[in-house]
């Protein structure tokens, strides 16, 4: 095997580095979008709704339903915000890379 095939099928530990962040910055906002709705629909069901302001089973349950809709809102809106302006920046810094390869 030539050393330019060896090349494009290894791919470098910083490219390793870069797939492991975008991975785990993925992974731990889709547990974010599941886990937030989830927990904002229980503790503001149990705490909130039922305990504090003393409302019927119906009345907390739609209350509830309506945090958790707006918790999954919010928690869309910080992974779309990281997902367009992490991408403007990589996109910038990798275009830099390429000229910087074209000129040596």
């Keep these: 095997m030539s050393k330019s095939k060896q090349n494009r099928n ?8 870069a797939e492991y962040r975008t991975f785990k910055t993925v992974f731990s906002y889709c547990i974010l979008i599941i886990a937030l709705p989830v927990l904002t629909f229980f503790t503001s069901k149990h705490w909130i709704f039922d ?3 003393q409302l019927s ?21 910080l992974f779309i915000y990281k997902a367009y302006f992490a991408g403007s920046n990589e996109t910038s810094d990798s ?3 390429k000229i910087a390869h074209k000129e040596d």
Excluded at 10 to 17: F, L, P, V
């Design 10 to 17: 290894t791919i470098s530990k910083a490219e390793q580095r």
């Design 57 to 77: 089973s119906v009345t907390s349950n739609i209350y509830s339903a309506v945090s958790a809709v707006v918790a999954l809102h919010g928690a869309l809106f």
């Design 95 to 97: 275009r830099g890379d």
């Design 51 to 53: 305990q504090l302001f």
